[in-house]
């Protein structure tokens, strides 16, 4: 059937947004951005216009979000705060996530959002008259803990790591902890019982996992994204090798509840595995690009007297290879898959090539 033509002055229809051709529009555009330094300068410029067009990701440029990343709705006071076990509270504005617990003692705060913000004390006071009598800092970045001034009062605990990192920027919404510790420590309020232990640096150095044996619930935050893939350059990690083992130490721990600290909804066991196998993958296809990505064509088309040019043109070709290797794979699975794998390549490439030492073209010299 001939379609109808359309009246003087009206838009043309939008084709439809296939999966399929998302998937071959995306990382033809992400491709060609990333070897624009080994492209003509006309494909450089083409491969920027694309981006520009969708640098802000607006409706129709990216995947649909798949069932598994969805969570409960926020209501429209701007947060949504449930009982996930017994005395033990999630509360969420669907990008980050904290957890509190009511005790004989008073309340028990881990982390403080400032997304959040004063929420959190009106969230509180939905369920208990009971202020903050302990707060907990589950690693030192802000986006996690800039409002823990709002408990004016309680008796702060952290990783030593962390009281270090805090007191080199001196944030006045961020107090420096009263008890600090470096491997386990428990802290008992009511009847009820805190494990946090540090394994070592993963996300960032104090990072630590904070377990409720009785409830069964886990909290270890910026390390598994349930129903997502992980933020940018494997979340910004500062210790990578850490960061890819930490998934299989959180599941020596016996719980039912994940809260991983981000996004919309709560995790299981089953998340974390599903956040394994994405990572292993990303993994493979990063080793294999490395292993098989020519970078013959980047020192034909760069100035060879600009080392940081040819750098750049190899990384960059090489983590578009892989991440186009794994997106088709992932965009159903989880949300995000298309946004960030790219990103999440590039730093795994980067820490095959350094911590691991799979060097690629630049290896040992024979």
């Known amino acids: 059937m001939t379609p109808p033509t359309p009246e003087p002055g009206t838009p043309a229809p939008r084709s439809l947004l296939t999966r399929r051709g998302l998937i071959a529009s995306t990382w033809l555009a992400a491709a060609a951005v990333s070897a624009a330094p080994l492209l003509g300068r006309s494909t450089a410029r083409a491969a920027a216009s694309a981006v520009s067009l969708s640098a802000d990701c607006p409706p129709g440029t990216t995947a649909p979000v798949p069932p598994a990343a969805k969570g409960p709705a926020i209501p429209a006071a701007g947060y949504l705060v449930q009982e996930i076990a017994d005395r ?12 509190f617990v009511t005790t004989a003692e008073g309340v028990v705060a881990v982390d403080a959002p400032p997304t959040i913000g004063n929420n959190i004390l ?4 939905t369920v208990t008259t009971s202020p903050v009598t302990h707060a907990i800092y589950s690693h030192h970045h802000a986006d996690h803990t800039g409002a823990m001034v709002l408990y004016e009062g309680a008796r702060f605990y952290a990783h030593k790591d962390v009281a270090e990192l805090l007191g080199q920027t001196s944030d006045p919404n961020r107090p420096l902890p009263d008890v600090t510790f470096e491997r386990h420590l428990n802290v008992r309020a009511g009847e009820d019982l805190l494990n946090l232990a540090y394994h070592g640096p993963n996300h960032s150095p104090g990072n630590i996992f904070i377990s409720l044996p009785a409830q069964r619930v886990l909290m270890l935050v910026d390390v598994v994204f349930p129903g997502w893939v992980p933020f ?5 990690s500062q210790n990578i090798p850490g960061w890819l083992d930490a998934p299989a130490r959180a599941l020596t721990y016996t719980f039912d509840t994940y809260v991983g600290g981000h996004l919309t909804r709560l995790g299981t066991r089953s998340d974390v595995l599903i956040q394994q196998e994405y990572v292993a993958e990303l993994k493979s296809q990063a080793a294999n690009a490395i292993a098989s990505f020519n970078p013959a064509a980047v020192y034909q088309t760069v100035d060879p007297t600009n080392p940081w040019a040819v750098f750049r043109g190899y990384l960059d070709g090489v983590a578009a290879q892989a991440a186009s290797a794994v997106v088709p794979n992932w965009i159903d699975r989880l949300g995000g898959a298309d946004v960030y794998t790219l990103a999440n390549a590039y730093a795994m490439v980067e820490s095959l090539r350094i ?12």
């Open 88 to 99: 033990v509270y999630w509360l969420t504005d669907g990008l980050y996530q904290m957890i």
């Open 122 to 125: 009106r969230a509180i006071a």
């Open 232 to 236: 940018a350059y494997l979340v910004e």
């Open 355 to 366: 911590d691991y030492g799979q060097l690629g073209p630049f290896g040992i010299h024979p």
